[in-house]
């Protein structure tokens, strides 16, 4: 079996996914057509061309415009069903996704709009291709900590459909500890936490998410090996780093793949996993992710069915649903 359609057979989680980031380019002309937005693009391909970046923050002003072609909430319920029916044929049976809700509110799309598109999505999701899905709400943190914290007051009436909080979008000069107040306010309403750090800021900001914000897993978080004790805690405490391989050398984060330190870290009991982040701008699904991350450092069928492994128990997911699909995931792997 080529390693694709082995990596496809494993049951597993994708767990670093910004909705956001799904939104391929036809889909973007499709929707701009619909709501009557002019693209600064003429077609697809020139939009493809637009996606050489040199940083963070070059995705981002680009991921940003990207988005405002979502209006309304038959936009957000089309993307999310595009990217579930992706993720599940790729073999992905449960994905905690990503969603910014700033980048929408500040263009005046508000909560309901949405948040309806989602939840209904991932209802469709569950019972066409069987795959389970939730949200976790990521704050901006290129805006002011007063904002995260109006933004989850904003999200107050609709916590049933969100499990945790996120932090995302430009790194550096922009620590966790700013965030404190939002995620104290998550954790006390019984969310989960998790951050981006060290994608391009130091190993002091995955500390300071493991510490202030009391992040349960860490989004990237390549950048721990500068700091042997971090590492060691890592290891330690058994906290996920939800990696996404191709996106850092797509960011220059790594010059190459086969630069990247996830089998390293792998190999140092670090409970590694692979993710997408933003496929439709990085080049890649989950399944790419791990094919490519595979042939570019040697990783064998055991790494493989490792990182599946490590994505299932990084999950929120009840500890019986965990079980299930660590029954399944044993049962696929010994053939
Ligand atoms: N928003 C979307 N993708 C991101 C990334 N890789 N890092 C930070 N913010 C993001
Ligand atoms: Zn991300």
Same mark, same amino acid.
């Given at each position: ?11 597993? #989680? ?16 499709? +929707? ?23 940083? !963070? ?12 072609? !979502? ?71 290129? !805006? ?14 609709? +916590? ?80 996920? +780093? ?23 870290? !792998? ?65 696929? #792997?010994?053939?």
């Amino acid at each position: 079996m080529d390693t694709a359609s082995f990596v496809r057979s494993l049951p597993k #989680a994708e767990l670093h996914l910004h909705i956001e980031g799904t939104l391929e380019p036809e889909m973007m002309f499709d +929707l701009a057509a619909r709501n009557g937005i002019d693209l600064p693009f003429a077609n697809v391909d020139e939009v493809r061309a637009a996606y050489e970046f040199s940083d !963070l923050q070059t995705f981002l002003d680009i991921y940003y415009q990207g988005a405002a072609v !979502l209006v309304t909430e038959q936009d957000f319920y089309d993307l999310m069903v595009a990217y579930l029916g992706r993720a599940a044929h790729d073999g992905v049976r449960r994905a905690e996704i990503f969603f910014d809700p700033q980048t929408h509110t500040e263009r005046g799309i508000e909560f309901p709009v949405f948040m309806n598109g989602f939840t209904r999505a991932i209802e469709y999701g569950e019972m066409r291709w069987g795959i389970s899905a939730a949200l976790i709400m990521c704050f901006l943190r290129h !805006l002011p900590g007063d904002d995260a914290l109006g933004t989850w007051h904003e999200a107050e009436p609709f +916590l049933d459909d969100i499990i945790g909080v996120g932090l995302d979008s430009a790194e550096v000069g922009n620590p966790p500890e700013w965030f404190f107040d939002a995620y104290a306010h998550a954790r006390a309403a019984g969310l989960h936490a998790v951050a981006h750090a060290g994608e391009e800021g130091p190993p002091s900001y995955i500390t300071g998410a493991l510490d202030t914000l009391h992040a349960e897993r860490i989004d990237h978080g390549v950048r721990c090996e500068e700091d042997p004790a971090l590492v060691d805690r890592l290891v330690r405490e058994g906290i996920p +780093l939800t990696m996404c391989p191709l996106s850092n050398v797509k960011l220059r984060v790594f010059d190459r793949l086969e630069d990247h330190n996830l089998k390293r870290l !792998l190999d140092r009991g670090v409970r590694v996993t692979i993710n997408s982040d933003d496929p439709a701008y990085f080049g890649g699904y989950v399944l790419d992710n791990y094919v490519d991350t595979a042939a570019a450092l040697d990783l064998t069928r055991d790494d493989l069915v490792k990182l599946a492994r490590n994505s299932i128990e990084a999950t929120f997911l009840p500890d019986e649903h965990k079980q299930a699909l660590l029954d399944e995931l044993d049962a696929v #792997a010994a053939g």
